[in-house]
């Protein structure tokens, strides 16, 4: 527990902040899945441009790093052109 004033109120923080990143994570990484299990190529695109903002502003946000979303970017949008040269 917290010994001062202030630092209990650094833990309510963090708490919150915690709170808000996970719930940032799990909303990219599930728009991210709905691009991977897309059947066709249509679909896939038509997702795509929500999972780029997601994961956007994720990065924005510093849930996760720049790079890691230039990463998961790059992942996805390889995905769906597969998707579209299998047709």
Not at 5 to 19: G, M, P
Not at 48 to 75: C, P, Q, W
């Amino acid at each position: 527990m917290a010994h001062t004033k202030q630092a209990l109120k650094r833990h309510q923080q963090n708490l919150k902040a915690r709170a808000l990143n996970k719930a940032k994570s799990t909303m990219m990484k599930s728009a991210i899945k709905s691009v991977l299990v897309a059947p066709d190529a249509a679909a896939g695109a038509a997702k795509l441009a929500a999972a780029m903002k997601t994961i956007d502003n994720a990065a924005k946000h510093r849930v996760i790093h720049k790079n890691t979303a230039a990463r998961y970017k790059a992942r996805v949008s390889r995905a769906v052109n597969r998707l579209a040269k299998a047709k």
